[in-house]
């Protein structure tokens, strides 16, 4: 009713004038004990600060959108057939997972011995386990195949664009392939120790197999042939080459001309192929010799050397904590002469994008500073509205950790949009003083005043802005991963900056403009005494 509705705007206002009416009484108690209001700040702020590792770090959040790849990688040269033995297994028990909604398989699209399985769950509205819960129980699975390099990861829309590389990759580089070989199989096995690695592995794969032909240059000499010679006409009889079009119907057919597959079935009918000398045709074995071996499926390299990546999954902790410990362990680790490591994948693509957002906060930061300079004409009380910024921190801190919130690429996004928002309570403030001060009133009056009478405004705006994100720090739903880290950072870092602007703004700017009088008290002095010598 109309009374009930008077009633409740009668006592929020009660209430709005009571705490206007202790907070102007608190300000006058701090700013009699500023010194003392600074050190209980300082005290809160490196507590804060000291919890800083607790918080743990990532590229972006994971999304939980319900997707996962399980990639099968078998021996070189494995038959389709046991291939897809395995894909049946691993299928037959994806489908067995209660949260699973679909899968579907694929067999021999990179070769005979490789496979692919994609698991779609039900939603996450109707699911117990995330994801992640349901990757550890297919890695789980997995390593109980014998024979078979099977990796899971969660995909999903959301994961796209990340950048390539795993959440773990340490490039080791040198000439040596072998030794590269080496290197990163001992290291493979030290990584495997850390907590929250999953799924190490390197990119050294099997080689292709193949057949060399080594040719005698010498023997090739006294037949009148040469090297080039020789690899033609075998390319010609293994490979085929096509040597002319025939046209018919306006269509032209490539001509491929070519041993009979009866004639190059094994290495000893290819040491029997013909080739053409001036003394006449003679076998391929005469004039050189064919070696089994395995040729690589890819050579890569960085900084004009070889490269061999160790990578890996991580689960149970956040990605920054696992890639200290990664680094520390290599740094242990010795490391042979000839091989260097170095970091890349997403903890890479992490420090970069972090490294250009800090640049992106600094100069926000800064061009806060210039405009309020210029509102209002003063270099100093610009820097005690802006004191208040380091403090948010505590609030950033407090609500990543209160939320299990990880700091991400979001999170630091939310930061500067909180560099933004802050100042703003601070600005109401000090700007009443500063009228309170030109029609009179002195420096300590005015503060106590100014809190009075703007405490209503700013407790507004404080409260719209944070029960307007109370909605995205507490969802649930499907991509509220993205949008909580930006939520969890703004009411955590403008709830602290609030208390602090309402209690430490006022001792700092009673700070700083005793500083400026005096300075400005001291400059006078000095022209004044300058005037006295120039008359002398």
């Excluded at 300000?27 to 003392?36: E, G, S």
């Amino acid at each position: 009713t109309a009374d009930d509705r008077w009633r409740w705007l009668h006592f929020v206002n009660r209430t709005v004038e009571v705490l206007q009416d202790r907070y102007a009484a608190a300000i006058d108690v701090v700013l009699r004990r500023r010194w003392l209001t600074i050190g209980v700040v300082a005290v809160v702020l490196v507590g804060s600060l000291v919890l800083v590792p607790r918080v743990g770090s990532e590229f972006l959040p994971s999304s939980d959108e319900g997707m996962i790849r399980v990639n099968v990688r078998m021996p070189r040269g494995t038959p389709l057939a046991d291939t897809n033995r395995v894909i049946q297994q691993l299928e037959g028990f994806s489908a067995g997972i209660p949260e699973v909604h679909s899968v579907d398989a694929t067999v021999g699209s990179g070769g005979t011995e490789s496979g692919r399985i994609g698991v779609q769950l039900v939603d996450l509205d109707q699911r117990d386990r995330s994801t992640e819960d349901i990757v550890g129980e297919l890695r789980a699975f997995a390593e109980s195949v014998p024979g078979a390099n099977i990796t899971v990861r969660a995909t999903g829309v959301m994961m796209m664009g990340t950048g390539s590389g795993s959440p773990v990759d340490v490039q080791l580089r040198g000439d040596d392939m072998d030794l590269l070989q080496e290197t990163a199989n001992r290291l493979l096995d030290v990584l495997a120790e850390i907590p929250g690695v999953q799924e190490p592995r390197t990119s050294f794969t099997e080689g292709q197999p193949e057949i060399r032909l080594q040719i005698d240059r010498d023997r090739a000499s006294d037949y009148g042939v040469s090297v080039s010679q020789v690899a033609s006409t075998v390319r010609t009889a293994v490979s085929g080459t096509t040597v002319t079009q025939y046209r018919t119907g306006g269509e032209e057919i490539g001509v491929l001309v070519q041993l009979g597959e009866y004639w190059r079935q094994n290495p000893t009918d290819v040491e029997n192929i013909p080739i053409s000398t001036p003394r006449g045709f003679i076998p391929l074995k005469e004039l050189g010799s064919l070696e089994r071996g395995e040729g690589p499926v890819s050579i890569s390299r960085s900084e004009r050397s070889r490269v061999v990546s160790v990578s890996a999954q991580v689960a149970g902790r956040d990605l920054g904590s696992v890639n200290r410990d990664v680094q520390t362990a290599v740094g242990a680790f010795p490391m042979p002469f000839g091989v260097q490591a170095s970091f890349g994948g997403e903890d890479e693509q992490m420090q970069e994008s972090f490294g250009q957002l800090s640049l992106a906060l600094l100069l926000g930061v800064v061009l806060v500073y210039m405009i309020l300079a210029s509102q209002f004409e003063s270099l100093l009380q610009p820097l005690a509205i802006m004191i208040t910024l380091p403090f948010a921190v505590i609030g950033v801190i407090g609500g990543l950790l209160a939320f299990g919130v990880n700091f991400s690429l979001v999170s630091f996004i939310g930061a500067i949009m909180l560099a933004g928002i802050v100042v703003n309570n601070a600005i109401v403030l000090i700007d009443y003083v500063n009228q309170m001060r030109a029609e009179g009133m002195n420096r300590h009056d005015a503060l106590v005043e100014a809190g009075r009478v703007r405490l209503r405004p700013i407790l507004m705006t404080t409260l719209t802005t944070v029960l307007a994100m109370v909605p995205l720090a507490f969802s649930q739903g499907d991509g509220s991963e993205m949008q909580q880290p930006i939520a969890v950072v703004v009411m955590g870092g403008l709830i602290t900056s609030t208390l602090l602007t309402l209690f430490v703004l006022p001792v700092f700017y009673s700070l700083f403009d005793g500083f400026g009088a005096r300075v400005m008290q001291l400059l006078g002095q000095t022209s004044k005494a300058g005037k006295v010598d120039g008359h002398a």
